[in-house]
């Protein structure tokens, strides 16, 4: 298939984006493979900040960069990602480059914690206030479950709605595909 499907296409975006040495963030860190990604992108030189509410989630990832050898340039925060402007430094704002939100729950774990589009929101808001500019922040959507539904629309909602002067805002998604595989929204800041 020559068109770049969901998941390689967001590492696109970012690779696209960052460069050794920058900032980034993984908003919801999971199972920890988006931070192993990010923690590579960014080399020896870069930092990741990532976030999760899940005790589960911290560990595994801190588990996988160590075992990676990639522990050193990642710092993770037992927080909700709506807390990120209080979390990261301020001598880092103005310096992030990319940040991915890979919405829904855990894969493997409790499927009643997931991403609500206040909080999600709130954290996109912040994120463009406190990026670089030309910052590109990527939403991988799933929507196939009853709470992911609710926060596809709020999401389209909101990014549709977002000043053309203050962002650039992308949706990519296959349009033809049965049980309501994940999308992007890409919202580049100008
Ligand atoms: N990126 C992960 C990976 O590579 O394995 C997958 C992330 S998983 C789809 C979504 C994660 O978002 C869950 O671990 C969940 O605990 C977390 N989450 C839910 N609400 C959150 C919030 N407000 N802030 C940060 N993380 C949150």
């Given at each position: 298939m020559k068109v770049e499907r969901i998941l390689p296409f967001a590492k696109s975006l970012l690779t696209n984006a960052v460069s050794p040495g920058d900032i980034v963030v993984d908003a919801t860190l999971g199972n920890g493979h988006d931070t192993v990604f990010l923690a590579n992108l960014v080399g020896e030189q870069g930092k990741v900040y990532g976030f999760d509410v899940q005790q589960e989630a911290i560990e595994g990832t801190n588990k996988r960069l160590t075992e990676q050898n990639l522990r050193d340039r990642v710092t993770t925060f037992?927080?909700?990602?709506?807390?990120i402007a209080a979390k990261i430094p301020v001598e880092d704002h103005?310096?992030?480059t990319g940040a991915i939100f890979n919405l829904g729950y855990l894969p493997g774990g409790d499927k009643a914690i997931v991403t609500h589009s206040e909080t999600t929101i709130a954290a996109i808001e912040q994120l463009l206030s406190i990026m670089a500019r030309e910052g590109i922040i990527v939403l991988v959507i799933y929507h196939g479950h009853e709470q992911g539904a609710v926060e596809r629309d709020d999401l389209l909602d909101y990014c549709q709605r977002l000043n053309q002067k203050a962002a650039h805002v992308l949706q990519y998604q296959f349009?033809?595909?049965?049980?309501n595989p994940p999308f992007i929204i890409a919202i580049e800041k100008r």
């Open positions: 037992h927080e909700g990602h709506e807390r103005g310096k992030i349009i033809n595909q049965q049980n």
